[in-house]
Antibody, heavy 121, light 107 residues
Framework: EVQLVESGGGLVQPGRSLRLSCVAS????????MHWVRQAPGKGLEWVSG????????AYGDSVKGRFTISRDNAKKSLFLQMNSLRVEDTAVYYC??????????????WGQGTVVTVSS | DIQMTQSPSSLSASVGDRVTITCRAS??????LNWYQQKPGKAPKLLIY???IFQRGVPSRFSGSGSGTDFTLIISDLQPEDSASYYC?????????FGPGTKVDIK
């Protein structure tokens, strides 16, 4: 079964850091680009960051650029999101998503169940 | 950045109705347009990619069309399980952007 399982979410104070992880199974992880998409409570979907199959191409949304870092470990079939200098407005469900192809942009065909990040004092 | 808009923001329709949702890009994105369905508390699900190609397992009552800046998602025979929010997304360039969503309710 094709599956993405996120972990690492939780309650954190503004200005602190958090590291999200996503473990893939059921497909050849190294063949595909991977992304993070988030959804604030009651709001729509917001793209956060993406990384190509070989980490050669990386991009970030404007709201997280300079604060978040995406990375992957193909040997461990894992995707990561290091989130620093967290803000209240980063509060959201964070989804790990698989792209249909290896390059950086396309449709997201597999989604994890999401991990909740709450930034509050 | 490419801005995506959707209309309507919400609609209520009856079982069996034909429902049309439109999505517009702020600049031409060719056919790099994808549609998702999201039910409350669940992750989004890919319905259509490249403007009109069905994702495997998606019922044939869903269809997509368009190119350039204007796109349409049609649900031809609305079913109770279609009650959800629908989002368009451009994959033409980064930053990837989503439309604000259309909430579909069943009367």
């Amino acid at each position: 079964e094709v599956q993405l399982v996120e972990s690492g979410g939780g309650l954190v104070q503004p200005g602190r850091s958090l590291r999200l992880s996503c473990v893939a199974s059921g497909f050849t992880f190294a063949d595909y680009a991977m992304h993070w998409v988030r959804q604030a409570p009651g709001k729509g979907l917001e793209w956060v960051s993406g990384i190509s199959w070989n980490s050669g191409d990386i991009a970030y949304g404007d709201s997280v650029k300079g604060r978040f870092t995406i990375s992957r470990d193909n040997a461990k079939k894992s995707l990561f999101l290091q989130m620093n200098s967290l803000r209240v407005e980063d509060t959201a469900v964070y989804y790990c998503t698989k792209l249909r192809i290896a390059a950086l942009t396309d449709a997201f065909d597999i989604w994890g169940q999401g991990t909740v990040v709450t930034v509050s004092s | 950045d490419i801005q995506m808009t959707q209309s309507p923001s919400s609609l209520s329709a009856s079982v069996g109705d034909r429902v049309t949702i439109t999505c517009r890009a702020s600049q031409s994105i060719s056919r790099y347009l994808n549609w998702y369905q999201q039910k409350p508390g669940k992750a989004p699900k890919l319905l259509i990619y490249a403007a009109s190609i069905f994702q495997r397992g998606v019922p044939s009552r869903f269809s997509g069309s368009g190119s350039g800046t204007d796109f349409t998602l049609i649900i031809s025979d609305l079913q109770p399980e279609d009650s959800a929010s629908y989002y368009c997304q451009q994959s033409y360039s980064t930053p990837i952007t989503f439309g604000p969503g259309t909430k579909v309710d069943i009367k």
